[in-house]
């Protein structure tokens, strides 16, 4: 009768230790990789989340912490494109599931800086704009094409917004919250009237993103509604001058639509 030979416990292996320390230098350098990845990819991420409208050239530093000049563009295929004064930084930093990044710049920010999150969704992102109020060039605006380009707007924009955030899935973005824009002491190289008035935009998310432009003073009345159609706006609207003021801004009613009578028609999109 054969004997049963209980087997031995295996000794351990010696690979063990080697195998464990290999991962740990595949983590190691897989988290000095991210701790050290370039501002380039911020920048890009930017480009494509907006659709080259909104660019972060020169970036310098890290993904993590960083600077760049900001250029505001007419998107892809764009010739328009003008560059804020300064540098914008950036600090960016995980904070439960999401990313939070704190946004500063040179020339029109707060010494609090803006506050934003960015969480990952499926196919995409939300971006959630903490409330705030800061001031901005007007001259930004040229960048971003017709009409802009062609009336070289000088004065200050006030930009305040209330639960505005952002999402982009599969291609497609959407807005939620509102943003207000005032733009006073509006100035252009156009006409020798100087300033032309202060107006403001109001921006409402939902469905479909709206606009409603309307004028709060100045020889030069402007009005209108739009809403934005996937990535490119649709604005129509009507520009006049105050009574007395006919004469002077001819020209430049000449240049923002087609004329009817007193009024220039403006079409965008």
């Known amino acids: 009768m054969r004997t049963l030979r209980r087997a031995s416990p295996a000794a351990p292996s010696t690979r063990a230790p080697w195998g464990w320390a290999f991962a740990g230098l595949l983590l190691g350098l897989l988290l000095v990789g991210v701790l050290a990845a370039p501002a380039r990819w911020l920048a890009e991420g930017v480009a494509r989340g907006t659709g080259g409208m909104l660019q972060l050239a020169e970036p310098s530093g890290s993904l993590w912490n960083g600077s760049a000049r900001l250029l505001v563009t007419g998107g892809a295929g764009s010739q328009d494109r003008s560059a804020l004064p300064g540098q914008v930084h950036w600090r960016l930093r995980p904070a439960l599931g999401a990313l939070r990044l704190d946004l500063r710049a040179d020339c029109c920010t707060p010494a609090v800086p803006l506050a934003m999150r960015i969480s990952p969704l499926w196919g995409g992102a939300r971006l959630l704009l903490a409330d705030a109020q800061t001031q901005w060039p007007a ?36 807005m939620a919250g509102g943003a207000d824009l005032t733009l006073r002491q509006l100035s252009s190289r156009l006409s020798t009237l100087q300033p032309l008035g202060s107006y403001r935009v109001q921006l409402r998310g939902g469905d479909a993103v709206s606009m409603e432009l309307s004028t709060l003073d100045g020889a030069l009345q402007l ?35 087609r004329r009817q009578g007193n009024r220039a028609l403006i079409s965008l999109g």
């Not at 739009?226 to 990535?231: F, Q, T």
């Not at 105050?242 to 923002?256: C, D, R, S, T, V």
């Open 139 to 174: 001259a930004l605006l040229a960048g971003l094409g017709t009409p802009f380009n062609t009336v070289q707007p000088q004065g200050e924009l006030t930009l305040a917004t209330q639960g505005l955030a952002a999402e982009w899935r599969a291609g497609r973005a959407s």
């Open 223 to 257: 009005s209108g509604s739009g809403r934005w159609v996937g990535s490119r706006l649709r604005f129509t609207g009507e520009a006049s001058a105050a009574p007395g003021q006919e004469a002077q801004l001819a020209n430049l009613l000449n240049l923002l639509g």
